[in-house]
């Protein structure tokens, strides 16, 4: 996956400085990064069913997914979902920053990729530890939401 975008990043064109030079066209498909922030739960709470894992990938707003333990617990990561947000975030960045080099958007690929897979590790370390200690289990909608209300 990094590969892929990497590829992308490097056959930007260039300026003197090292400066990147964008093309409007490189934007033109990509929807606001807001899109992307505030999907359903990306946890899938039913049986593991071979039909799941295409419907969830194409899901239009998530970066990725966990399926809990059903020996193993899966993370997995939307690969064009992470793309259109990677140059949606970096289409906002450039409107507010007078430049940007290759490495600064080779450091912004990795965090997007690598958010996104902690995020996921972070529902994988909480089922883990449900299935050691019997917890139960409670969407993380639910929990977000009493976290929520409890917050305000």
Not at 62 to 71: D, E, T
Not at 100 to 106: F, T
Request: hydrophobic share 40%; charged share 20%.
């Amino acid at each position: 996956m990094l590969d892929e975008i990497s590829r992308e990043i490097n056959a930007l064109p260039t300026g003197p400085y090292g400066e990147v030079i964008f093309d409007g066209a490189l934007f033109a498909n990509f929807p606001d990064p807001e899109h992307f922030l505030h999907p359903e739960p990306d946890v899938h709470e039913g049986p593991e069913d071979e039909w799941i894992l295409p419907e969830l990938a194409e899901h239009p707003h998530l970066l990725g997914f966990y399926i809990p333990m059903h020996s193993p617990g899966r993370v997995i990561l939307i690969r064009h979902n992470l793309r259109r947000f990677y140059w949606s975030l970096v289409r906002q960045l450039h409107r507010g920053l007078p430049y940007l080099m290759p490495i600064d958007l080779q450091g912004a690929l990795d965090l997007v990729v690598r958010k996104t897979h902690e995020h996921e590790l972070f529902h994988f370390h909480c089922d883990v530890l449900r299935q050691l200690l019997g917890g139960p289990y409670d969407s993380m909608f639910k929990f977000s939401s009493e976290f929520t209300s409890m917050s305000i």
